[in-house]
């Protein structure tokens, strides 16, 4: 670490580290299955569908960001498991029907990956409803994505709130969607490959839900020691990011 840190503290920062290195883990084995890298997939999407990315995503957060928030009132946060099947099961019924049937799916799954991560941030002690949190929770949307390796060096979703200075959240959604547009499109070019699209759609959304279930408890869990530790967000967030890239993958505990 740059800078001495409680024994405590560097354990949990480690933890964390160890979460973000797992993220990816599903997201490879998606790779493997569909064939070729994730800057490929979107070489095999059709031209209207590729230059439209940024609009569907755009498009796709407006509908979870709502409907996420409303259903809170309604179905209470599930466990990551549950979550995982859910989408799994979709993506498999959106993949079956090629293309067409993966748009419609996507601000569906979307929004069930708003809730996952809504409900990460509750897990971790803070409220969804308040506007900075519901800020925190659509940032995990703009982390590099499960089919991307990231050795850490791309952790700007981290620091994205404080670099917007109080946007509202048209702005914060629209400045993410050209990033999730990218992500997004990868999944839509792997639930459109011919014959194995059903499965290539489930693998891909449990990827997916994996992935951001994982990066919304590093999001949160850093915001959490910073506030436990009276610590800097900035410091503790490089400290992340050393800690990325030394600490070996095992199981979490």
């Known amino acids: 670490m740059a800078h001495p840190l409680p024994m405590s503290l560097e354990a949990e920062i480690e933890a964390l580290a160890r979460r973000y290195r797992r993220a990816n883990s599903p997201g490879m084995q998606v790779l493997n299955l569909v064939g ?41 946060d599930q466990p990551d498991w549950l979550n995982t099947a859910v989408t799994s099961a979709m993506g498999a019924a959106g993949g ?8 419609a799916e996507l601000p569906v799954t979307t929004t069930i990956l708003l809730r996952a991560i809504q409900g990460v941030a509750a897990e971790q002690g803070f409220d969804p409803a308040e506007e900075n949190v519901r800020f ?54 792997a639930q459109a490959i011919p014959v194995i699209g059903a499965v290539a759609g489930a693998a891909t959304n449990y990827a997916y839900t994996s992935y951001y279930q994982e990066v919304a408890r590093v999001q949160f869990g850093l915001r959490r020691l910073s506030i436990e530790h009276d610590r800097s967000h900035a410091e503790l967030v490089s400290d992340l990011r050393e800690a990325v890239r030394d600490v070996p993958i095992r199981k979490a505990g």
Do not use: H, N, W, Y
């Open 136 to 189: 925190d929770c659509i940032e995990v949307f703009s982390a590099a994505g499960p089919l991307t390796s990231d050795d850490g060096a791309d952790m700007a979703f981290l620091t994205a709130r404080m670099a917007l200075s109080g946007p509202t959240m048209q702005k914060l959604v629209a400045s993410i969607a050209p990033r999730l547009g990218a992500v997004l499109g990868q999944k839509l070019a």
């Open 96 to 103: 079956f029907g090629g293309l067409p049937t993966a748009l």
């Open 36 to 76: 070729g890298r994730a800057e490929s997939l979107l070489d095999r999407l059709p031209t209207a569908v590729r230059t439209r990315l940024d609009e569907s995503a755009k498009g796709a957060l407006t509908v979870a960001l709502d409907a996420a928030t409303r259903s809170r009132g309604v179905i209470g």
